[in-house]
């Protein structure tokens, strides 16, 4: 494909997208923008809660005043996918799950609601230690995807929000 293919595909690719209502979503009155500062999440009870709370008020900020908040519910599970000959599993898929609630603090309705979910994996070794601190990487790596998902949720739904 010559160079000046390739750049009448890249404008008419632009222009299409202008021409469907595209605008970034953290872009300013983009819906991720419309968030910022506006949701408080709940506090965490559990490791998971923190680490999705973490990645959650990294991306929203930690608003002094907030009129939504934000009520995770999360809940994890370990499966084994594989075993060697001797009964003993070498790796582990941990599967996640966050069902949630945004509500409005000035009338106590239900904004929105919905589920994430993902999953990440990791490997056994030797020592309970070093499988330990795989497991808990696993975990953070898991509360940030899920913390990506559900932001861009709420961005997609950011724009429902009452003023």
């Known amino acids: 494909m010559s160079s000046s293919d390739r750049r ?33 999440i709940a506090p965490p009870d559990t490791r998971a809660g923190f680490l999705l709370t973490q990645e959650l008020e990294g991306r929203l900020g930690r608003p002094a005043d907030a009129r939504y908040v934000l009520t995770p519910a999360i809940s994890l599970q370990k499966r084994s996918i594989s ?6 599993t070498l790796r582990f898929n941990l599967l996640g799950r966050v069902d ?3 509500l409005d603090r000035q009338t ?11 999953f990440t994996g990791y490997s056994t070794f030797d020592t309970p230690v070093a499988t330990q601190a ?7 790596r898991l509360m940030t995807m899920l913390a990506d998902q559900l932001l861009t949720r709420l961005a997609a739904t950011a724009r429902a929000l009452p003023e």
Do not use: H, K, Q
Request: negative net charge; proline residues 3%.
């Open 8 to 40: 009448l595909f890249l404008l008419s690719g632009l222009a299409a997208l202008a021409g469907c209502g595209f605008a970034p979503a953290y872009a300013p009155g983009g819906g991720g923008a419309a968030l910022m500062g506006r949701i408080e």
């Open 83 to 88: 075993i060697d000959r001797s009964n003993v």
């Open 100 to 102: 949630y609630v945004v």
């Open 108 to 118: 106590d309705a239900v904004v929105t609601r919905g589920t994430v979910e993902n």
């Open 134 to 140: 795989a497991e808990r990487d696993a975990e953070a």
